[in-house]
């Protein structure tokens, strides 16, 4: 499932005028299913957002699972 909901974020995505609401709801059903990628795209969204506080949680999750970025973990520590 996990695979599958990363397969239709990638769909939206790709489609000339993205439903970025979409994606998130199909990064979120994967995320909770602990796939790393989907919870490091959910931490790179909400950074871009500035919604701090979850991009924060998402990389955490995304770091237990080995996702490393420091990067993105600085700039989300300069921002909280």
């Not at 939206?12 to 796939?35: F, N």
């Not at 998402?58 to 520590?77: C, H, P, S, V």
Request: charge should be positive.
């Amino acid at each position: 499932a996990p695979r599958a909901a990363m397969r239709m974020v990638r769909e939206v995505i790709k489609r000339e005028k993205p439903d970025i609401d979409s994606a998130v709801i199909w990064w979120l059903r994967a995320a909770e299913q602990d796939e790393w990628m989907a919870q490091r795209d959910l931490a790179y969204y909400y950074a871009d957002i500035q919604d701090w506080k979850q991009a924060k949680y998402w990389l955490k999750r995304a770091k237990k699972n080995g996702y490393k970025d420091k990067e993105l973990q600085k700039r989300i520590r300069r921002n909280l």
